[in-house]
């Protein structure tokens, strides 16, 4: 009998439930009580949900109130030494770790930020040095087995690999210059044998171990560590199904066959072409294989009869009792259900399937395998039939204005007129800035009054025209403020949009859009990504409108505000029956339209965002090359129009950039920003050792953070970044938009950067 299993399900809730918790807790509004009883309810509705859809094999312990790697540091007691001593609560130090903390006398900054591979969830980087003092402080997974237990599910519990842990870590400011993360292996493990031993004596049959570095090319290189971490682990453990996901496992499948582990989960639906010699390496072995056939990263409906044939493979040669069918990774990244869409047309809501769909899926694709006669399965496999024939035939369609476009670029669309050194001379007379010329990345802060603004609208309780006024006042409040703080080249603030993808999608043909499919990106911050569903095409100005009043407003320039095409295509649902590079350039040539406009109309810097750049590179190195070729070049599609008068910006953020810097460099705009407040200004080292001949802003204090830093601290930030950046190439700016923050933190933080920028005039 083939059994089914999801690895992992949204935290937020059906109707974001603990996202409004969370930021409640936070306002001092709600309880740590009450914010626990919010989290516990959401779990239990997760997996009652779950089993009442058939699914055998239920994720318990993967839930998190931010991060479930911040989970786990807190959990081992990888908690830094700044958050010791403070007198917090052990729930106050895990969000002081996430978000940072300042209040009652408390002032530590965040834990730095990673992307979770290659997606857009972000998890909290482990610090890790030769003096983390590993143990147990409280078995999280244990506890939410009980609970889970209690409410009547027996689930398998989620834990995060010892090894996949340790490399996704990195060495703490106090740790020696040669420490690396993975000689603490022999220190962690007793943790470990400690947490998995209490799930075995609690009566656990088996336990999900994630160990996703397997699927990277690092993963190659620690093979005598999984043998010596998993013949000590797997004695004490139940039953451990070893759990990769996002990319295949290459060459790694040799030693992982080697392992005592019962069972192993490896990516379909990403990694198709590894099924066979997954089965050839395992076929001698008790192993059991668990095959990601349910994507667990898009929200396409999965294809039955692709899933089966993938099954039915694995079957032939392991028997059905070795089989079990699965979500290809956590549903973490889908939404939670497509039963809250209202609004979305019959064919579309056809199409689609979210994480509660998803779970039916398994079980049905399970049920099918083991030789369901009930009929509901029937019927299911062949509506699933009528559904996936009528997709193929909608995607058969396209519009032949947009391809015949696409086939008509010319390798001279790519480049600028003139060469970076000639255009800074002609940007430098046209927009008169001054040393240490001083920005932000495009957003101002949401406010409760924009929100209800914005639902008024869509509700039809304020006409166009009056939500027009409403902007135009916002528009001019944010422009008023820049230049009474003293920024030099300023933005509009964006009031009008709701997200930096979902605003432009919404203008665009080609997508569409959900009313409450939100997918974690990180802490409470939470998405709805649009959905691409045909080609893409811009049938008028995005932008012109807003940017362009902002400009009439101000005697100082003004700075257009775009997502580029690579960040839009990756926070999307991308169509997975085109390549994403014909997608990329659909949206490249939208995006080149709107540029030039925004030229014509007098905007003089135009900034287009790829922080999804880094994001979307393959996860194995042998496929970076075909990636960043067009992910670059559609960069540049969009940008290279405009006149050498024109300064084109594009901002970075969260993700290592040091092995693709070449890339970065060969994009050509005229300034980059990126992150550099909460990573130890690692990008340094990358800026010795490539340099870099454009302009860059490094982003002197995080705005992920509600802390205001000084201008000290900014002061400190600028010279150590001045021993490597020439001063005539250097902007100064946040690291990331600030939507997200409030006024009174905006307003104090900005002023400290300017005064930091004018004692750089001063001073450097």
């Known amino acids: 009998m083939v059994s089914s299993s999801v690895l992992g399900f949204p935290r937020i809730g059906a109707n974001r439930e603990v996202k409004k918790a969370v930021e409640a807790y936070w306002a001092g509004k709600l309880s740590a009580e009450d914010l626990l009883k919010a989290a516990a309810d959401v779990k239990k509705s997760s997996w009652t949900s779950l089993k009442e859809r058939g699914v055998d094999l239920i994720p318990s312990g993967e839930f998190s109130l931010y991060d479930h790697v911040l989970d786990h540091s807190a959990a081992f007691n990888a908690i830094p030494k700044r958050y010791q001593g403070l007198g917090l609560s052990a729930l106050d130090v895990f969000f002081a770790m996430g978000r940072g903390r300042q209040a009652g006398g408390v002032d530590v900054p965040a834990c730095e930020m990673k992307k979770w591979f290659d997606s857009n969830y972000h998890f909290v980087v482990p610090e890790l040095s030769e003096e983390t003092d590993f143990k147990l402080l409280y078995n999280k997974v244990l506890a939410e087995y009980k609970e889970a237990k209690a409410a009547g599910v027996v689930t398998r519990p989620v834990v995060l690999g010892p090894i996949s842990y340790l490399v996704l870590g990195k060495a703490a400011k106090e740790a020696s210059a040669t ?3 993975i000689s603490l292996l022999s220190k962690i493990l007793p943790v470990y044998k400690q947490l998995l031993s209490e799930l075995k004596a609690a009566g656990v049959e088996s336990v999900q171990i994630d160990e996703p570095i397997l699927v990277l090319d690092k993963g190659a290189e620690l093979d005598k560590q999984y043998a010596f971490a998993y013949a000590e ?10 759990t990769t996901y996002f990319n295949r496992l290459d060459s790694n499948i040799n030693f992982i066959a080697k392992l005592p582990v019962a069972g192993l989960h490896i990516d379909l639906v990403r990694a198709p072409q590894q099924l ?23 929200i396409w409906k999965a294809d039955f009869a692709v899933a089966i044939k993938y099954a039915q493979t694995a079957i032939a040669a392991l028997g059905a009792d070795r089989v079990i069918v699965a979500t290809s990774s956590s549903l973490l990244h889908t939404p939670v259900t497509l039963a809250s869409e209202k609004k979305l047309t019959e064919q579309q809501r056809d199409w689609f399937s979210f994480a509660l769909e998803k779970a039916s899926e398994v079980a049905t694709i399970a049920a099918v395998l083991s030789g369901s006669q009930d009929p509901k399965v029937s019927a299911a496999l062949e509506a699933n039939k009528v559904s996936i024939a009528k997709r193929r035939q909608f995607e058969s369609t396209s519009d032949d204005a ?4 696409v086939a008509a670029i010319t390798p001279d669309m790519y480049d600028r007129k003139s060469p ?14 001054p040393r240490f010329p001083t920005t932000t990345i495009g957003s101002f802060p949401q406010t409760k009054e924009i929100r209800t603004a914005r639902a008024k609208l869509g509700k039809g309780e304020i006409s166009e025209a009056e939500y027009d006024e409403f902007i135009k006042k916002e528009i001019e409040m944010v422009v008023e403020f820049q230049e009474k703080v003293g920024l030099d080249l300023l933005v509009h603030g964006e009031p009008e949009r709701n997200d930096m993808v979902q605003y432009f999608g919404e203008q665009l043909n080609g997508f569409v859009f959900t009313q409450n499919a939100w997918v974690q990106s990180y802490g409470s911050r939470y998405v709805r990504p649009p959905i691409i569903v045909s080609d893409v095409s811009r049938p008028k100005p995005m932008t012109v409108k807003w940017s362009s009043y902002a400009q009439s407003v101000s005697t100082k320039p003004m700075k257009g505000m775009l997502s580029g095409p690579v960040t839009i295509l990756n926070w999307s649902f991308p169509r997975d029956d085109v390549p994403r590079k014909l997608q990329s350039q659909q ?11 925004l030229e014509k109309a007098g905007i003089s810097a135009i900034q287009v965002d790829e922080p999804a750049i ?59 920003s990126i992150e550099f407040s909460k990573s130890d200004m690692k990008l340094l080292h990358t800026f010795k050792q490539y340099g870099y001949s454009n302009q860059i ?40 938009g600030l939507k997200t923050r409030g006024w009174k933190e905006t307003e104090a933080s900005l002023a400290n950067l300017v005064a930091a920028a004018r004692w750089a005039r001063a001073n450097a």
């Open 179 to 181: 420490f690396q993360p």
């Open 233 to 242: 682990l797997v004695p004490v453990a139940p039953k451990i199904m070893l």
């Open 276 to 298: 066979g010699g997954v089965l050839a390496a395992i076929k001698s072995t008790p192993i059991v294989i668990s095959l990601g056939v349910v994507s667990g990263r898009n």
């Open 402 to 405: 947009v391809r015949k476009r």
């Open 420 to 433: 970076f050194a000639t255009r800074k001379e002609v940007q430098a007379k046209h927009l008169n800035l």
């Open 587 to 597: 949206l490249a040539l939208a995006l080149r339209d709107e540029v030039l406009d």
């Open 614 to 672: 880094r994001e979307g590179l393959p996860l194995r190195r042998s496929d970076w090359d075909e990636y960043l070729q067009w992910a670059v070049d559609t960069f540049k599609l969009s940008t290279a129009g405009v006149s050498d008068a024109t300064q084109t910006h594009s901002h970075f953020c969260y993700s290592d950039f040091g092995d693709i810097f070449p890339s970065i460099q060969r994009l050509d705009a005229d300034v980059i």
């Open 697 to 736: 802003g490094p982003g002197v204090y995080d705005i992920h953070s509600p802390r205001v830093p000084s201008e000290k601290e900014i002061i400190e930030r600028l010279q150590t970044t001045l021993a490597i950046i020439p001063d005539h190439l250097m902007f100064i700016n946040p690291d990331c």
